[in-house]
């Protein structure tokens, strides 16, 4: 493991860039430049907050109840889904949504230049992720954090033989309240319910949350964006190499979670960038795929 004073040396940029103790001692990379600030969690590779000066809120929720622990998800920010999206594809019983979010990334590099901070992170298969899945991997992920957030993970198959993923960035929204927002640029499309065992459907109009909600969306458009009336914000949310979108909400299942106050569903919207289900990508021994992002946020009247 890097230890902080080396990524100091190594990748700080005095007060732009700091290698921090987050909570219960977990390595945190604190950004503070003059177009924005985040925090990004080396566990999990996670970004768990980012605002572009001048916003008022951050762009995500980050649950109070968020749980810092080895071999737990960090709920909230931006979890990394990878190698596979949602429950083990195989029923071995394996974590959910993989074990990338699980295990703690290096730094590989990071430059500022005119007040963008740019991040690579990377997570590559040991001893332990092969207790899990067997496949050589390098996994990398750029972070750009500037007046925009953009988001780029790589997949690299290192080994012999061609493997198959699933994967999500799966983004926890902070909205006002979640009566109050409208996801926009899904109209039209089908969808897979989760909560009707999978069942396809058609997607009529624009989403206001007002049940549980969890859909993977198929052949998904390049652009979605979440209109927050209570916030009197829009995030536009772009994204390439990616065929999903998944929108989630627990709405009152929240209760049932150990990391998230029983209210919290109202603050939040997961819209996720997504190669799921039967979008899984498989990569040729030597070959890449990357899928990105980027997130915009702009005030309304
Ligand atoms: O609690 P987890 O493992 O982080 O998953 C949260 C949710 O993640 C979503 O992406 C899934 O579609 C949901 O089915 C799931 O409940």
Redesign the pocket.
């Known amino acids: 493991m890097q230890d902080l004073e080396t990524l100091n040396r190594l990748f700080g940029k005095e007060a732009q860039v700091r290698f921090v103790e987050g909570q219960t001692g977990m390595p945190i990379i604190e950004v503070a430049t003059k177009k924005a600030s985040a925090t990004i969690a080396l566990y999990g590779g996670q970004i768990l907050s980012y605002k572009s000066n001048g916003m008022e809120h951050d762009l995500f929720y980050l649950s109070e109840k968020a749980i810092y622990q080895q071999g737990k ?1 960090i709920r909230g920010g931006v979890p990394v889904c990878w190698p596979w999206f ?1 429950e083990d594809p195989s029923k071995l019983g394996r974590q ?2 993989g074990f990338a979010r699980n295990l703690l990334w290096n730094v590989l590099d990071c430059q500022l230049h005119d007040d963008i901070v740019e991040i690579t992170l990377g997570l590559e298969s040991t001893a332990t992720s092969k207790q899990w899945w067997p496949n050589e991997f390098r996994l990398r992920k750029k972070i750009v954090i500037g007046e925009q957030l953009d988001i780029a993970l790589t997949t690299e198959n290192r080994g012999e033989i061609p493997f198959s993923i699933s994967k ?1 960035l ?1 983004s926890y929204f902070l909205v006002g309240d979640i009566s109050q927002i409208t996801v926009v640029g899904l109209d039209g499309l089908d969808y897979l319910d ?1 909560t009707l065992d999978f069942s396809k459907q058609t997607q009529v109009g624009d989403i206001t949350p007002f049940a549980e909600t ?1 859909r993977v969306y198929l052949a998904s458009p390049a652009r979605v964006d979440i209109i927050d009336e209570a916030l009197k914000r829009q995030i536009n949310i772009e994204q390439s190499g990616a065929e999903n979108i ?1 929108v ?1 909400n ?1 709405w009152t299942r929240a209760s049932l ?1 150990n990391d998230m106050d029983a209210s919290d569903y109202r603050k939040f919207i ?1 819209v ?1 960038t997504a190669n799921a289900i039967a979008n899984s990508v498989i990569i040729a021994p030597g070959a890449s795929h990357q899928m990105q992002v980027k997130y915009n946020v702009s005030s309304i009247a």
């Open positions: 998800a949602g959910a949504h999500a799966h989760k969890d998944v989630w627990p979670l997961c996720e």
